[in-house]
């Protein structure tokens, strides 16, 4: 039924860089935008990972911004720094370029994401080869014209185009079959980022029952070129550290627990009806006349710490949010140990990114990339994928909203958000038109692509929570409870997910 | 390389029904119907405008008279705290040496209507006197916003209606042409960076002239004239199109059974508007007489910087300002401007079509651009407009056109601080402008339709050989390739301190004038082709 393109084929690496020319143009004109404070994190990681030597790199403290990613995120910056000594020896000092913000400094670091975008693009492109024409452009327009990248990456600034660019690698070619290069890929993928870990037992599950079976001596033997592959990728970036000694400080940097549960804005997961929930029982135990004291450290101020934010529910730890996310976790592992296959995997990944971010410490609402990039995959398999998919982008791409708080931007965004939602509607209704062949004569369910009243009214409650947001709240209440219109997004959007992940996990365990 | 496009082409017609389009990377979008990718490309084209809004605009941060941006925001303050009558006229509370009105009414009625909307959220950035060179976050943004939304109220519903009616009306089959002519229109990167980038409201005269001239097309030439005359009273530059217009229209009525009649609907139509427009200063003779002085503001000399029009470039060699005085300089340009005119207009007086008056709109302006008065390099734009809606009948030449026409604002853009959007903007408009499977990445398709119409004229043919060998091309757009660098990188000797600007003008206008020669023989061979078909048609 699919036409099958020639795999490679010149056309489609023409139309691919077509689609990726139209995003770069916008993102080139996005330069003067407003960018977070991660600008100057990444400015003075390229000034430690230049102007020191390796030893000193996780010690310094010249900025508050310490590094705290892993290392091989460090060796990145420090190659790019080469190029930014060249451009302006003033980005790179370590104590000249501390919130330097001229352009030279700006355009560096905005040019070298787009540039690094290119990594991005050939994970697309590895990943999609074998779909027919139509799928393939699909799942370009939701990768490579992703609103979320486009604010998380080149407005609120991180590199993440090309993190996911070695996920997707990793992804295809574990679904293609090459486990042990997917596995190295992933290992990779780990020593760029930590955050990536939480599909760490997934894989791991999945390459220890796909890649080493075949009996206890192949098995075994297959085991251990994978552990040389990782243990290898692992030495390559945390080796010259060991040597030094310096591996807990390292990892004391990389893991900073004292940042609290929530972040300053509540990333819309579980934690948000927790929080919700302790303050609701609060209020009534008040109103019944208990003396219930205020906690220390209150969500809403933006304030985190160490000292319990809960009035009345127990304290969360960061082990409880560990366990937590291995037992959302654990009926995909379970799957997966069952029947390792390789067309589930990227969805398991996304599964298991889900629960990070439903249930993780001190989660940050950037993460819902994690969940809507891999997904972006199998959106075109099938119209109840395609269904999920459209609400779970919009929410997803709708949570981060916030990060964008200024009237310069507020346009871009919901201009964003809103072609990105029309151009998924008609993507699916080409890829699930209304009058299919027949097939939906015979069969009583209907075929083609379109949204439930439930979904419709969701979608519809986004932009009323919005326009309250933005519009009615500062008209009605002025400046009294300033933090409800983002409590109201990551409720909001908390729902969505919340959705999401349970649909996620029937669809996983009902696949077979 | 090439046969393997051609074999391609091939295959391509063979299974047409199952893969023809699939090599087009929107054609999922196309497939749904014109009207999605109607509505994707303008929320695109947008987006893209609030991009460019972010960039620095011009004159910004340079007092005391900052630039076009001062201008605009001075008369919505002059507007919104004066009475009308006293816009156009120099007083204790209208300095008109300090961005005096020099604009029509309608533009004053547009400044009331902005200053009224700033006004509500920001009422520093209007107040009288006190708000010059007022400069603000939240101000910056209103302004802003105040252009977008011109720009989606007038210009995209004109865009898009003429790209509709152009379609249908000329039947040129394929969704994917007609949604790559509408991004053609909305996507023009001069229009936006002079708008979005520079301040302007340009979108606003062109928008009326589009509307203007999608109801030329429709027949409704009564509604056409009275927004062509609503366009002409918003900046009387719309007057480049006046002759097309004018003659367009009289041909149609001369073929009419009593044209006498419909010259006088036709003329009354447009005293109406004039009238209705010019209320305010109707009451005398002094007063309507302040405002047309303001209009025409002779004593700034018959060019102005580095314009790649006849005059500027000529007084490389005759220095015209010295010999001559402004009076008799504005009868040169006036007769030059009006027998450049003359044949497109006679051609359309004597067989208007609907294809014609598209060129004849073309010609005008650009005879306008290249000898009329007071000329500015932002004046490009106008040319541009009909090239623009003829863009799949000259696919090249508009690519050609539009890079010489950025060519000749780069100085402009220079100064503005406009380069990052635009390169951003030049490469978008070749990335769509070249999309795969698209018109523009088919031009031989079009190299085959020239063939067919080299057969009409021998003129025709040499000056097609001339414009667009493909030596003299490539040749050419090497040398303003190497132009931009040394523009951007390198400082001119102390000596010529203008060298590099001489040199793009010099460039640009001996392209212009290439484009008025070969636009003009064209549309003569368009009414040759006419009538040549209506004398078979007569004979059968």
């Known amino acids: ?512 | 390389m090439k046969k393997k496009g051609e074999m391609k082409k091939v295959k391509k017609v063979k299974d047409k029904v199952h893969d023809g389009e699939h090599d087009d990377p929107w054609w999922w979008l196309i497939l749904n119907g014109i009207k999605p990718s109607f509505l994707c490309i303008s929320i695109f084209a947008l987006l893209v405008r609030f991009a460019v809004g972010l960039h620095p605009y011009s004159g910004a941060n340079t007092p005391p008279k900052f630039g076009d941006y001062e201008a605009q925001r001075h008369w919505m303050e002059i507007t919104l705290n004066l009475p009308p009558k006293d816009w156009y006229r120099n007083s204790s509370v209208n300095d008109l040496s300090y961005w005096g009105l020099d604009y029509p009414p309608l533009t004053a009625y547009q400044s009331y209507i902005h200053g009224v909307f700033l006004k509500t959220f920001d009422p520093d950035s209007v107040a009288l006197f006190t708000s010059r060179g007022y400069e603000s976050y939240i101000g910056n943004l209103l302004m802003r916003w105040t252009v977008l939304s011109s720009d989606v109220l007038i210009f995209f519903p004109a865009a898009l209606y003429f790209v509709f009616l152009y379609s249908i009306r000329l039947g040129t089959g394929r969704n994917s042409d007609v949604a790559w002519h509408i991004s053609m229109v909305l996507l023009n990167p001069c229009l936006i960076l002079i708008d979005h980038g520079h301040f302007q409201y340009n979108c606003i005269s062109l928008g009326l002239t589009m509307a203007a001239i999608a109801a030329a097309l429709s027949q409704k030439d009564l509604v056409a004239s009275v927004l062509y005359c609503l366009a002409l009273n918003h900046k009387q530059m719309s007057a480049y199109f006046a002759p097309a217009f004018f003659s367009y229209l009289l041909g149609k009525c001369l073929k009419n059974k009593n044209p006498l009649v419909e010259v006088t609907k036709l003329g009354l139509m447009v005293i109406g508007t004039f009238a209705v427009v010019w209320w305010p200063y109707l009451q005398s003779k002094e007063a309507a007489l302040a405002v047309l002085s303001r209009l025409a503001p002779f004593e700034r000399g018959i060019y102005e910087d580095y314009v790649a029009n006849f005059w500027c470039t000529s007084s490389v060699l005759v220095k015209w300002k010295k010999l001559y005085t402004t009076q008799s300089l504005r009868i040169f340009s006036l007769t030059a401007t009006l027998l450049t005119c003359l044949p497109s207009m006679v051609q359309q007086v004597h067989a208007p079509s609907s294809k014609g008056f598209l060129y004849a709109l073309l010609n005008s302006s650009f005879s306008f651009y290249l000898f009329s008065y007071q000329v500015h390099e932002k004046s490009i734009l106008l040319p541009l407009l009909p090239l623009t809606l003829l863009a799949l009948e000259e696919r090249r030449l508009l690519l050609w056109l539009t890079h010489f026409a950025m060519f000749s604002l780069l100085p402009l853009l220079h100064r503005d601080k406009l380069i990052l959007p635009y390169m951003a903007l030049y490469s978008l408009f070749i990335v769509v402008y070249f999309a795969p499977g698209g018109p523009g990445g088919r031009c031989n398709e079009s190299k085959t339709l020239d063939h067919s119409q080299k057969k009409t004229g021998r003129g025709m043919e040499f000056i097609s050989f001339i414009t667009f060998h493909p030596l003299l091309m490539g040749f050419l757009g090497l040398c303003s390739l190497i132009l931009h660098v040394i523009y951007l990188t390198m400082h001119p000797p102390n000596s010529y301190p203008f060298l590099f600007e001489a040199v793009i003008m010099l460039i640009c206008f001996s392209q212009f004038v290439l484009f008025t020669l070969y636009f003009n023989s064209k549309q003569w061979m368009l009414s040759k082709h006419l009538t040549s078909k209506d004398n078979q048609k007569k004979l059968i």
Request: aromatic share 18%.
């Open chain 1, 1 to 512: 039924m699919e036409l099958r393109e020639s795999p490679r084929s010149p056309a489609g690496v023409k139309q691919l860089f077509w689609f990726f020319g139209i995003a770069t143009t916008v993102k080139l004109l996005l330069i003067p935008a407003y960018h977070s404070t991660d600008l100057e994190v990444h400015r003075h990681w390229l000034a430690i990972a230049h102007s020191l030597p390796l030893s000193q790199w996780y010690y310094d403290e010249t900025s508050e911004w310490t590094l705290d990613y892993p290392p091989f995120f460090a060796y990145f910056e420090r190659f790019l720094s080469i190029f930014a000594n060249l451009i302006d020896p003033r980005i790179v000092h370590l104590h000249h370029g501390l919130n330097y913000k001229a352009d030279s400094a700006i355009y560096f670091q905005r040019i070298s994401v787009i540039i690094s975008d290119l990594f991005l693009l050939y994970g697309v492109h590895i990943s999609t080869r074998n779909l027919a024409s139509l799928k393939r452009y699909l799942v370009w327009v939701f990768v490579i014209w992703s609103p979320g990248l486009l604010i998380v990456d080149h407005l609120h600034f991180q590199y993440n185009g090309f993190l996911f660019g070695w996920l997707l690698l990793s992804i295809s070619f574990i679904a293609q079959g090459r486990d042990l290069m997917g596995g190295f890929l992933f290992a990779v993928l780990l020593c760029f980022k930590h955050l990536f870990a939480v599909a760490a037992p997934v894989y791991f599950v999945y390459l220890l029952r796909h890649y080493c079976r075949g009996g206890l001596v192949r098995g075994f033997a297959r085991l251990s070129v994978l552990g040389a592959v990782v243990v290898a990728v692992f030495a390559a970036a945390y080796g010259p550290f060991v040597y030094y000694g310096q591996i807990q400080q390292v990892i004391r940097r990389m893991f900073p627990f004292g940042r609290g549960l929530c972040h300053a804005y509540w990333a819309p997961n579980f934690w948000v009806f927790y929080i919700m929930l302790d303050k609701g029982i609060a209020f009534l135990l008040r109103k019944f006349g208990f003396n219930i004291p205020a906690p220390v450290a209150s969500f809403t101020g933006g304030l985190v710490g160490d000292a319990s934010p809960f009035a009345v529910l127990p304290q969360i730890t960061p082990m409880t949010t560990f366990i937590m996310v291995l037992l959302a976790l654990s009926p995909c592992l379970f799957k997966t140990w069952r029947d390792p296959r390789p067309r589930l995997i990227a969805r398991s990944v996304a599964y298991a990114y889900t629960c990070g971010f439903l249930f993780g410490w001190h989660v940050h609402e950037k993460a819902s990339l994690h969940i809507s990039i891999p997904l972006a995959l199998v959106a075109v398999e099938s119209l109840e994928d395609a269904k999920h998919f459209f609400l779970l982008s919009v929410v997803s791409c709708y949570s981060l909203f916030p990060l964008l708080f200024e009237a310069q931007e507020y346009p871009i965004k919901v201009l964003l958000l809103l072609l990105h939602t029309i151009l998924m509607w008609f993507c699916f209704c080409t890829l699930f038109p209304k009058n299919s062949k027949g097939s939906s004569r015979t069969s009583a369910v209907e075929q083609w692509f379109k949204l439930g009243w439930v979904a419709k009214s969701y979608l519809l409650g986004v932009v009323v929570v919005e326009i309250w947001g933005q519009f009615l709240h500062p008209y009605l209440l002025g400046d009294k409870l300033p933090f409800l219109p983002l409590m109201l997004i990551s409720m909001y959007c908390a729902i969505g997910i919340l959705y999401s992940w349970i649909w996620q996990l029937k669809r996983i365990i009902m696949l077979s």
